[in-house]
């Protein structure tokens, strides 16, 4: 019988969204798993795992496209969990792009998991604009697009309410949460069979903010406020304000704020039930089981640093 194996490489698999992808991928018997990251000592032991069940764990930089030639010969499908600068995000997945353009790959996952970003227009936010350019490139190259809304990371939306929750408002507006390890798990199922492609749109939990402050306060004991930090209107000239200063970080955190709290981003059509064996995690079990243990690496300080002039640019 012919082999009936889906070949994937995961790119990024070391980042905290790139592991529990993999990881949840190898769990899935019809997924040859295989992995593309920059420095495989950052996880031996994701390396090992990856190899241990017949995948490779294959060095390479998607900015360097000299160092990925051919990574994605013999691959079905590539999932990029990249973050970072446009030269990354935009012309590191290209380079990746073009490789699996040559090699024949079907399908390809973007780096996409957020809100509903694809209810945006470009000009709106740095980050959005990359995911939304490399969008329009992915879906008129050929390959199968299989693009990924999840709403706010759990991990992160508590990591960036450590003492109070902050909305702007409507204390009533729902937000879509979902763990990545939820994530992770969507994503290997869909990819496990060939034929998905597409808009992917999942949610662990939908919650406003009043709800979340009332199931957080009543399981841990504390007594986080709500804070009303004014209008959309107000976020929005915050985000442009902190920009003209030069205080990147800012805007870009409060740009990324828009459309969550406005609802703009909001998944309105979701496919969970077409997953019906995955039961994801509720904001009560998250905080019941994982608030406070989890670590959590922001990314945003760091590729600002990075893309200052880009941000300013854009």
Request: glycine share 8%; with cysteine; net charge neutral.
């Amino acid at each position: 019988m012919a082999d009936q194996s889906i070949s994937v490489l995961i790119v990024g698999a070391t980042g905290r969204l790139g592991e529990q992808i993999t990881r949840q991928c190898l769990k899935r018997p019809n997924l040859r798993v295989n992995i593309l990251v920059r420095d495989p000592s950052k996880n031996k032991e994701l390396c090992q795992e990856v190899e241990k069940a017949g995948g490779k764990c294959i060095q390479g930089d998607i900015t360097k496209p000299e160092t990925i030639t051919d990574c994605t010969k013999g691959i079905h499908t590539v999932i990029s969990t990249v973050i970072g600068s446009n030269e990354v995000v935009l012309d590191g997945q290209k380079n990746l792009l073009d490789d699996a353009l040559k090699n024949g790959v079907k399908r390809f996952v973007p780096s996409d998991f957020s809100f509903d970003i694809f209810n945006m227009n470009l000009g709106e936010h740095y980050f959005t604009d990359q995911r939304l350019k490399f969008r329009i490139l992915l879906d008129n190259s050929g390959i199968l697009p299989l693009h990924v809304s999840n709403g706010f990371f759990m991990e992160a939306y508590f990591y960036l309410n450590p003492d109070k929750f902050s909305y702007w408002e409507n204390i009533d507006q729902k937000i879509d949460l979902t763990m990545q390890e939820d994530v992770g798990k969507y994503v290997a199922a869909a990819v496990s069979n060939p034929n998905r492609w597409g808009d992917l749109k999942i949610v662990g939990d939908e919650k406003s903010t009043r709800e979340i402050v009332e199931i957080f306060n009543k399981i841990t004991g504390k007594n986080f406020k709500a804070v009303n930090q004014g209008t959309i209107e107000d976020l929005i000239n915050f985000s442009k304000e902190m920009k003209k200063q030069g205080k990147l970080y800012e805007s870009i955190q409060s740009g990324y704020a828009i459309p969550v709290y406005s609802g703009k981003g909001k998944i309105l059509k979701k496919d969970n039930n077409e997953f019906p064996d995955i039961k994801p995690i509720t904001v009560e079990e998250f905080v019941k089981k994982y608030y406070g243990k989890i670590e959590y690496d922001f990314p945003i300080p760091h590729i600002v640093d990075k893309a200052r002039d880009e941000i300013l640019a854009s």
